[in-house]
């Protein structure tokens, strides 16, 4: 028996019969990281999380968010304070 690992990351079993059946090992994708852990196992991922590089993505992740809502946030003020000062121009 010889193992084939494919691109796809599964392992072909090739018999002496020339049959083969598709092992594939569950594995888990973590969207912060963008990349396939190779086992999906509790332990796997609580290793992969508790990680420096993970934990960096999600703080990125989440502070793209906090930007953008910051910058709306100021531009909103500034319309209304031009608003409020072209209001006091036409008295």
């Given at each position: ?27 888990y ?10 086992h ?29 809502q ?22």
């Amino acid at each position: 028996m010889r193992l084939i690992l494919e691109s796809t990351g599964s392992f072909y079993h090739s018999l002496s019969s020339g049959f083969q059946f598709n092992t594939a090992m569950p594995r888990y994708y973590c969207d912060y990281c963008d990349t396939y852990l190779t086992h999906d196992s509790p332990s796997v991922r609580k290793q992969h999380n508790a990680g420096y590089k993970h934990k960096a993505n999600v703080r990125s992740y989440y502070q793209q968010f906090e930007e953008a809502q910051t910058q709306n946030f100021i531009d909103q003020r500034i319309k209304e304070h031009l608003g409020q000062t072209a209001a006091f121009q036409q008295v």
